[in-house]
Antibody, heavy 121, light 106 residues
């Protein structure tokens, strides 16, 4: 079965750090670009970060730039989101998602179930 | 950044109705426009990619059209399982912005 499974969410104090993991299975991981998207419960979707297939290129939303770092381990079929200097406004469900090729619109065709991050004192 | 304007933000419809949701972008994105469906407590699911291509396994009552800056998602005959929130997303450039969502209610 093709799937993505996130882990690592939880409760953290403002200024703290969390490390989210996304484990891929059921498909060849290394060819795919991967993304993180977050969603405040009851609100819309917000793109957070991307990493290309070999980890050479990354990009971030302005709201997380300089605080979050995306990385991947193709040997372990895993993508990581290291979140530092967390703020209350980072509270959200975090999803990882697989991107299709340009021939298929660079859409997000596979999503994980999400992991909740709560930043609160 | 490319701004997404999705409308309406919500709509009420009945079973069998034809539903149209629109998405406008602040600059031309060719056909790099995707549509997702999300139900409460669940991850989004891809419906339409590249503006008009139906993702595998998605019922044919869903269709997409448009190019440039104006796009539509059409549900030809609303079914009970279609009550959900729908999002457009541009994949032309980063940040990969989403529309604000359209909640389809009974």
């Amino acid at each position: 079965e093709v799937q993505l499974v996130e882990s690592g969410g939880g409760l953290v104090q403002p200024g703290g750090s969390l490390r989210l993991s996304c484990a891929a299975s059921g498909f060849p991981f290394s060819p795919y670009w991967m993304h993180w998207v977050r969603q405040v419960p009851g609100k819309g979707l917000l793109w957070v970060s991307l990493i290309d297939n070999d980890g050479t290129n990354t990009d971030y939303a302005d709201s997380v730039k300089g605080r979050f770092t995306i990385s991947r381990d193709n040997a372990k079929n895993t993508v990581i989101l290291q979140m530092n200097s967390l703020r209350v406004e980072d509270t959200a469900v975090y999803y990882c998602a697989r991107q299709t090729s340009s021939s298929f619109g660079r859409a997000f065709d596979i999503w994980g179930q999400g992991t909740m991050v709560t930043v609160s004192s | 950044d490319i701004q997404m304007t999705q409308s309406p933000s919500s709509l009420s419809a009945s079973l069998g109705d034809r539903v149209i949701i629109t998405c406008r972008t602040s600059q031309s994105i060719s056909n790099f426009l995707n549509w997702y469906q999300q139900k409460p407590g669940k991850a989004p699911k891809l419906l339409i990619y590249a503006a008009s291509s139906l993702h595998s396994g998605v019922p044919s009552r869903f269709s997409g059209s448009g190019s440039g800056t104006d796009f539509t998602l059409t549900i030809s005959s609303l079914q009970p399982e279609d009550f959900a929130t729908y999002y457009c997303q541009q994949s032309y450039s980063t940040p990969r912005t989403f529309g604000q969502g359209t909640k389809v209610e009974i």
